[in-house]
């Protein structure tokens, strides 16, 4: 880490150079002596990238960043704050620390927190940032973090770890036992130190293969962004046998929305034809699967078993996801929806249905936008259709 970044000069240069063309720049040089024109160019491009996902680090004075690669793997601000509630106690280790962004707010709900990194570098650029950000309770330690773990030797009230999502070939996996380090394969020593364990996943880990694969799963918390499924959070206890919680949330920047039910449980959805509002779920519910117990919770109509749009006479304005009002019903014939939608300019989704977006604009000509919402689906009969809707703003 280049000390020579914080000086007063390099980082006003920094700061005005946030809205400029990092190429052009990169071509110009340095300025400045002691520091590289390479080096600014990770100091500039990690602001900017902090600016919408690492608000707090953004907005401090003499943050260092690391290599863009370490800032892409990183949480997000809101989702660490999320998992930052989730338990609280004492202490607790964090055994895949990263650029620090979980750990540091780990440190708001424990008394003390030990971040982990193999990356000697990204270890010291975590150390330099907790001091900036007044982070007293981070305590960091370089090295393997199985091995850190075995040293120090003593009791957490949580262990925290985010498996590597990619194997010696640097494909995607699907399964824990394939990333790094094999939890599975640990599980057990991780319980010697800690009755709880809480396991970052990649959103695209199949939910039940992953419980198969662990034991003692107790909670499982699926975090959407901006409708966006980021992570898959499984908390583990110790001995734990009783019923699995899965916890949905979508995290919008005025409002979340939440819904929790029973991994397993057997619940009746009913069907009908669509009548006033259409309903569609967030993504977050989308990848629980729990289709069935929101057409039961809300006292909705599915549209078919594999449609996952619900509908009803009456407005359920809590309804974790978007609501709509039902316009018109048309039949999967171009003229007619030519003779409905003349702008040709409407918003439209796809619901178990053969044709894609893409080639429904193909061969509709209509374009992305506007106010009108149609919706590509099929209903209880097996009968294509298209529901043209509007917005409803809850």
């Known amino acids: 880490m280049n000390t020579a970044i914080f000086h007063s000069d390099v980082q006003k240069f920094i700061q005005e150079s946030l809205n400029s063309d990092l ?32 608000r707090l680090w953004h907005d401090s004075k003499n943050i260092f960043y690391p290599k863009k690669i370490n800032l892409e793997q990183t949480s997000s601000e809101a989702t660490a704050i999320y998992k930052s509630n989730i338990l609280s106690g004492t202490s607790m280790i964090d055994l895949s620390g990263g650029f620090g962004i979980d750990s540091t707010y780990f440190s708001t709900s424990f008394k ?12 010291d650029i975590v150390q330099h940032n ?3 950000l007044q982070t007293k309770n981070l305590t960091t330690h370089k090295g393997n973090s199985l091995d850190i773990l075995r040293k120090l030797d003593r009791n957490f009230d949580c262990i925290y770890i985010d498996p590597s999502r990619r ?38 880990l199949d939910i039940t293969s992953t419980i ?11 975090v959407a962004l901006q409708n966006e499924v980021k992570e898959l959070i499984f908390l583990l206890e110790k001995k734990y046998t009783g019923d699995i919680e899965i916890k949905t949330v979508n995290l919008l920047k005025t409002t979340t929305q939440t819904f ?13 034809f669509p009548k ?37 006479d009456k407005l359920s304005e809590k309804f974790p996801g978007r609501i709509f009002k039902i316009e018109a019903i048309l039949n999967y014939d171009q003229k007619k929806l030519a003779a409905y939608l003349p702008e040709k300019k409407a918003n439209i989704t796809v619901r178990n ?4 977006v893409s080639n429904i604009r193909k061969k509709t000509k209509i374009k992305d936008g506007g106010n009108h919402y149609l919706f590509f689906t099929t209903n209880k009969e097996n009968r294509k259709i298209i529901i043209a809707c509007s917005k409803v703003i809850c």
């Open 353 to 356: 249905f053969p044709d894609s």
């Open 167 to 204: 194997n010696d070939k640097k494909g995607k996996v699907f399964l824990l036992k394939d990333c790094l380090p094999n939890l599975p394969e640990n599980i057990d020593f991780l319980f010697k130190y800690s009755n709880k364990i809480l396991v970052k996943n990649s959103p695209i």
């Open 212 to 222: 198969n694969e662990l034991n003692f799963v107790k909670e499982i918390h699926i």
């Open 112 to 123: 003390q927190v030990h971040h982990c990194e193999i990356n000697e570098q990204l270890s």
């Open 260 to 272: 929790n039910f029973q991994y397993g449980s057997l619940k009746e959805a009913s069907y009908n």
């Open 23 to 54: 190429t052009k720049l990169v071509l110009k040089g340095s300025p400045f002596k002691n520091v590289s024109i390479q080096e600014l160019a990770q100091q500039i491009e990690g602001k900017q990238k902090a600016l919408q996902k690492l």
């Open 130 to 132: 907790a001091k900036i």
């Open 276 to 312: 006033r509002y259409l309903y569609e779920p967030n993504a977050a519910i989308l990848k629980s699967g729990a289709f069935q117990e929101v057409s039961f919770k809300y006292k909705l109509d599915k549209l078919h078993l594999h449609t996952h749009l619900y509908t009803s």
